[in-house]
């Protein structure tokens, strides 16, 4: 049985994918993600369980009918590769169903019926109801397809869940999408520059800023997200501040240097470059840049 991971979202938030492609196409691997999402649908049918799914022809289906929805350039269907390395995110281990070795390396096509993927503890806590089962397909299409949710998500029929439920979810979304901006942008404003980390003491200057509000958008993508200092955080989300798709800071024609200092600071923003990730792959997307800038204050 794997080690049981500490923080589901967290995990979930921050699988090993890989990343694969060039500039403006270079993006996470979708496999392990939508390898889990056909786990989902598999044991809401009934043909697997919350303990283990069997490495067989109904899951790989199921898998390419979920890859043709997201494939992007550079993406080959290769769902016995998630089936393996998944082990590497402490969610399942590969076994052999007769002996139940731990395999070796990915299974093969004449395998199937032989060999299943046990979830950890941890996780079979996480999906032994239809209402967490479709807290956590919600979670992973918000984190790595919130362009294809609508076509991931007709595909279900959603059960009925009650207000607690999506309370309880909320923090542990909202920390995860935290932590993974907070890595991206190696703890650093995207506006000022600034950075303050106190690892042993669990202490960050920054925030994870959404930049097109999640309540609308559903979207936990990287790319939706931007390292910003409580300063330059407070004044997005008044609309005083916006980052463009041009990749430059535009700041509000209300302000008046002449009132404050604090006014005259934000006015030096404008036309500065975005801090960006190293990474192209996590650099805000240009719609969610063009709905920032939209909503931009100007009179």
Partial sequence: M??????IADTLYNLNVGITGTGSGRHERPHKPLLLLAALEMIDQGRASASQVVWNQELTESFKRFFDVVRAKDDSCTPQLPFYHLKSDKIWVAKDLATGQLLQKAPLQQQRGMVVGEFSDAFQREIDTPEKRDAVRRLLISRYFPQYRQQLLTRY????????????ESPKRSSAFRDKIAQIYDDRCAACGLRIKLP????????AAHLIPFSQSHNDHPSNGMALCKHHHWAMDQKLISPGPDHKWHVSPLFDSRRSDAEKELLQLNGQIILLPNDEAFFPAEESLAWRLKHLRRS
Wanted: proline residues 15%; aromatic residues 4%; without cysteine.
């Fill in 200 to 207: 042993q003491h669990d202490v960050r200057f920054i925030d």
């Fill in 157 to 168: 029929e959603p059960p009925k869940t009650n207000a607690s439920d999506r309370v309880q």
């Fill in 2 to 7: 794997p080690h049981d991971p500490t923080s």
